[in-house]
């Protein structure tokens, strides 16, 4: 669908079986400016991925063929990808699953067209971020009690063992390791992390803290109830 400036479009791929719903997210998509390439199932899915290299990918959960887990699963393991998962059941724990095998957010329906191309702007300016983030001088690691943190190679060890975060869970640990023992606002993670500010959709904030909480170590996130999150730097004997 692009023409004379591929590079300068970004590629979004939609995985999604319900067709009247794939239809209307390309279509939406296509007059937002961006490469769309549909798929029905999850195996089309994987193929699609591996043919038309997007930059981003949109995600059902229930899908013919394997489930938008098995799917995430896959194209993670093939290429780093920011993935937003579309989900029929507003389950904490199906949806922990999702960010467990390498999604960065996540839509449950009924949603909006306006919230969906908002999130995927926000995730698609992180990618963005992060590169430039890489380039500069960051290869720096950073040591914060348990954690070593290499912003450049956005890499993160915990007591020696190196725990593998998604990119969403990363960004979320830098920003709470920017000001170590300070509760950071949920506005703030919100606005920093996903680039929403004074967003309501904080669900998704809770999900990834305990994504992140069960790779990095509970006892390293602690709650301000009401207001946000600290990470918490004390070594343990």
């Known amino acids: 669908m692009s023409h004379s400036e591929p590079s300068t479009r970004r590629r979004i791929l939609v995985v999604e079986d319900e067709p009247v719903i794939n239809q209307a997210v390309c279509d939406r998509l296509v007059a937002e400016g961006y490469d769309v390439v ?8 994987v193929a699609a991925f591996a043919e038309h290299a997007p930059d981003l990918v949109v995600l059902d959960v229930m899908l013919p063929g394997y489930d938008g887990h098995e799917v995430c699963r896959r194209i993670q393991a093939e290429r780093p990808v920011p993935v937003l998962m579309l989900t ?31 999130r995927i702007a926000a995730l698609l300016r992180r990618v963005d971020r992060a590169a430039e983030l890489a380039g500069q001088e960051t290869r720096r690691t950073v040591e914060l009690g348990d954690l070593r943190l290499d912003p450049g190679a956005r890499r993160v060890w915990v007591r020696g063992e190196e725990a593998r975060l998604t990119p969403t869970e990363f960004d979320l640990l830098l920003v709470l390791a920017a000001d170590p ?8 993670l919100m606005a920093e992390v996903w680039g929403w500010p004074g967003a309501s959709a904080t669900r998704t904030l809770d999900s ?18 009401g207001v946000g999150y600290a990470l918490e730097t004390g070594t343990r004997g």
């Open 38 to 45: 549909p798929a029905h199932d999850g195996p089309g899915g």
């Open 88 to 118: 029929a059941r507003d389950d904490e724990a199906d949806l922990l699953v999702g960010l467990a095998v390498g999604a960065d957010d996540y839509l449950t329906k009924p949603f909006g067209m306006r919230e969906l191309v908002a």
């Open 181 to 188: 023992g300070a509760v950071v606002t949920r506005d703030r």
């Open 208 to 225: 990834h803290v305990k994504g992140l909480r069960a790779k990095v170590g509970a006892d390293l996130v602690r709650t301000a109830h």
